[in-house]
C-alpha cells in the first residue's frame, strides 16, 4: 500500500506552528523554535550555530512536547530538519500536541 503524499511531496502532512524550545547536541545547546511539525519530523529555526552534521542524533526540548530524541536531516541557513525517533514514547508526545495544543484555525461564515 502507498502512502499518500502532500502537496509537496512528503509522505506526511506538515503543520505550520511556532514552538520555542532548545536543541542539544553534545556539549552545545541552543535556542530554537520548531516552525513545523509532522508525525515524523520537524522543521527548526535556530538561534545560533550548531555543530549537527547530517546524520547527528540531538534532543529537542519543549514544553508542549517535552523531550525528543530525532536526527539531523539537513541543516541550511539557520534551520534544521529533524526526523523524531520513532518510539511509542515520542508517537505518544507528539499525538499528545495535535489532540490538546494545537489548534486549527476555522473560518466562520455567516449568511
Not at 520555542?20 to 550555530?49: C, E, P
Not at 536526527?71 to 500536541?97: D, F, H, S
Request: glycine share 8%.
Amino acid at each position: 500500500m502507498l502512502a499518500k503524499k502532500s502537496a509537496d511531496g512528503r509522505k506526511t502532512e506538515r503543520i505550520r506552528c511556532r514552538i520555542k524550545g532548545t536543541i542539544r547536541f553534545l556539549h552545545q545547546r541552543l535556542d530554537i523554535y520548531v516552525i513545523d511539525i509532522s508525525r515524523n519530523g520537524m522543521a527548526i529555526s535556530l538561534h545560533g550555530w550548531l555543530e549537527a552534521k547530517p546524520g547527528s542524533t540531538v534532543e529537542v526540548q519543549t514544553l508542549e512536547f517535552g523531550l525528543i530524541m530525532g536526527t539531523v536531516r539537513w541543516y541550511r541557513a539557520g534551520k534544521m530538519g529533524i526526523e523524531v525517533q520513532q518510539t511509542t514514547n515520542t508517537t505518544a508526545q507528539i499525538t499528545a500536541y495535535f489532540k490538546n495544543f494545537h489548534k486549527e484555525v476555522r473560518i466562520v461564515t455567516f449568511c
